[in-house]
C-alpha cells in the first residue's frame, strides 16, 4: 500500500481565519479523497481531488468553504476557509488505485483541527 | 437511507475471546465490494479486510475474518483471540462507484 503524510498532523485556529492541509503520496495515484470526520461521528466525503481539474464535490460541500488542488499525482491539499467551530474535526486524505479490482482506499494519519 | 447499518455502538469483550461486530447492508447492485477499517484512538484509519460481492468464501486476513451472508445482506467482522490492542473504533463501509460510504461505527472494548 501507498505511505501517505498529512501536514499539519494537528492545529488550533481561530474563528474566521483558513487552513491549509497538505497530503503527499509516495507513489502516483490515480484517486485522492477528501473526508471528514466530526466528534464522535462517522467518515463523510467531502470531495474526489481530480489531477488537472476541479474537484467533485459531494452534496453539502462547496468549493468556496473547502477548495482543493491536485497538481500532480502525489499532491492534494485542502483549505478550510473562513472557519468557525462547527469545522472542527479530523480531516484526512485518502488515495485509491484505479484497475485494482477491490477498490479500497489507503488513509493517511489525518489532520486534527480544532477552531476557537 | 442509510446504506450501511452498525447496530452496536459499543461492545466489550473480555481478552482472548472472539469477537463479532455486526453489519448490514443496501444496495442494489450486483457487484460491489465491503470493506472493515480500524481506527484507534490516534485517528488513522486502518485498512482490515475486503470482501467482493462475487467472492464465493469469506475472506480471512490473519485474526481477522468476514462473515458474508449476500442473501441477508450482512457482512460481520469476526476478531478471534481479542488483545487488548484490538481496543479501536470499528467501521464497515460499502464501495459505491469510485466512493465508498462508512457506517457509524462500534467502538470495542478490549478488557484484560
Known amino acids: 500500500s501507498a505511505v501517505i503524510s498529512q501536514k499539519p498532523s494537528r492545529d488550533i485556529c481561530q474563528r474566521g481565519t483558513s487552513l491549509t492541509i497538505q497530503c503527499q503520496v509516495d507513489?502516483?495515484?490515480?484517486?485522492m479523497f477528501w473526508y471528514r470526520q466530526q466528534p464522535g461521528q462517522s467518515l463523510t466525503l467531502i470531495a474526489t481531488?481530480?489531477?488537472?481539474?476541479?474537484?467533485?464535490?459531494e452534496s453539502g460541500f462547496v468549493i468556496d468553504k473547502f477548495p482543493i488542488s491536485r497538481p500532480n499525482l502525489t499532491f492534494s491539499t485542502l483549505t478550510v476557509s473562513n472557519m468557525s467551530p462547527e469545522d472542527s474535526s479530523i480531516y484526512l486524505c485518502?488515495?485509491?488505485?484505479?484497475?485494482?479490482?477491490?477498490?479500497?482506499?489507503?488513509f493517511g494519519p489525518g489532520t486534527r483541527l480544532t477552531v476557537l | 437511507a442509510q446504506k450501511i447499518t452498525q447496530t452496536q455502538p459499543g461492545m466489550f469483550v473480555q481478552e482472548k475471546e472472539a469477537v463479532t461486530l455486526d453489519c448490514t447492508y443496501d444496495?442494489?447492485?450486483?457487484?460491489?465490494?465491503l470493506f472493515w477499517y480500524k481506527q484507534p484512538s490516534s485517528g488513522e484509519m486502518i485498512f482490515l479486510i475486503y470482501?467482493?460481492?462475487?467472492?464465493?468464501q469469506n475472506a480471512t486476513e490473519g485474526r481477522y475474518s468476514l462473515n458474508f451472508q449476500k442473501a441477508r445482506k450482512s457482512a460481520n467482522l469476526v476478531i478471534s483471540a481479542s488483545q487488548l490492542g484490538d481496543s479501536a473504533m470499528y467501521f464497515c463501509?460499502?464501495?459505491?462507484?469510485?466512493?465508498?460510504?462508512f457506517g457509524k461505527g462500534t467502538r470495542l472494548h478490549i478488557l484484560p
Open positions: 463501509a460499502m464501495r459505491e462507484d469510485d466512493k465508498i460510504i
Open positions: 470482501q467482493g460481492s462475487y467472492d464465493e
Open positions: 507513489s502516483q495515484v490515480t484517486m
Open positions: 444496495t442494489s447492485d450486483q457487484s460491489y465490494g
Open positions: 481531488a481530480n489531477q488537472g481539474s476541479e474537484a467533485t464535490y
Open positions: 485518502s488515495v485509491g488505485r484505479a484497475g485494482s479490482t477491490r477498490n479500497e482506499q489507503f
